[in-house]
């Protein structure tokens, strides 16, 4: 890791908050293959669990405190992350928005639209498959199932780029049905690439794949052995796989073992920065 993060994240009043704006300057939005950064922000967290593994127990602290508070007019995004996000701020600039906000908030956890809406106990109108209604209002957050149902829910999953700009599209005529001097647009989640996930001693995953997880980042401690539980909780304080949070338990960092045809290219419910930390961009028309 850069000697200047290192200096930063001892100095900093607020790791997750620093941590953050480290992850937005090292996703540069004008790198030609821009996409390809993911290995960049896969190695900064591989390197600040080494050396600052408590970074996930302030994480999860801010997860587990936190409560939602929503402005209006609102756009929930399913699945957007810092990557999307990073990308969206440099074109909505270029489409004559004013940026008055860029920043984050966080997820549930798991980080998964399911216990998101859980928390946040927020009605909501639903736009799915990019299908925007004529009569659509603004009274209500508007839910968007882009880019997540493209990025692993649909019957044909699209590269990145490609569903970054049916995201963006779709993003782009609601802002325009707006007709509101300012427009908040959040996320529910972000997401793992499985192509940029950490190595693990054999031993490691075959336990954690066929004792805990199977192809999941996340699984209910209700259903779990309670000996798996032990084993888990033995491990020391800076070799841990996993953490549990109400009821859940979750991969730490980004570990991951998809099982033979998974056939998606993310995965999230875990609990690692690029699932986390989710964007917040309030622009003015």
């Known amino acids: 890791m850069r000697e200047d993060c290192i200096k930063r994240l001892v100095e900093c009043d607020d790791p997750i908050k620093e941590v953050w704006e480290i992850l937005v300057e090292l996703w540069r939005p004008n790198v030609t293959e821009y ?6 922000a896969s190695e900064f967290e591989w390197q600040l669990n080494r050396i600052f593994f408590e970074v996930y127990d302030y994480l999860q602290k801010q997860i587990e405190n936190t409560t939602f508070r929503f402005d209006m007019p609102l756009i929930i995004m399913d699945g957007m992350s810092i990557r999307e996000a990073n990308l969206l701020v440099k074109d909505l600039k270029e489409r004559g928005y004013g940026i008055v906000e860029y920043g984050y908030t966080l997820s549930a956890l798991p980080s998964t639209t399911e216990r998101f809406r ?51 599209k779709v993003l782009f005529k609601i802002l325009e049905i707006t007709g509101k001097n300012e427009v908040t647009i959040i996320s529910d989640h972000g997401y793992i690439m499985i192509d940029a996930v950490w190595p693990l001693a054999e031993s490691d995953r075959k336990f954690l794949k066929e004792k805990v997880f199977g192809s999941n980042r996340y699984v209910k401690v209700a259903g779990m052995d309670q000996k798996v539980i032990e084993k888990l909780n033995s491990l020391p304080r800076d070799f841990q796989y996993a953490t549990i949070s109400d009821g859940y338990c979750c991969i730490r960092g980004r570990y991951f073992w998809p099982i033979s045809g998974y056939g998606k290219l993310v995965s999230h419910g875990g609990l690692s920065l690029m699932e986390c930390l989710v964007p917040k961009i309030r622009v003015r028309p």
């Not at 946040?120 to 199932?145: H, N, R």
């Open 35 to 40: 996409f390809k950064q993911e290995d960049i």
């Open 118 to 168: 859980e928390k946040a106990k927020v009605e909501y109108i639903e736009i799915m498959s990019g299908k925007i209604p004529p009569d659509l209002d603004f009274e209500k957050p508007v839910w968007v199932s882009y880019p997540d149902e493209i990025l692993h829910h649909a019957a044909s999953i699209l590269p990145l780029p490609k569903v970054y700009e049916e995201t963006k």
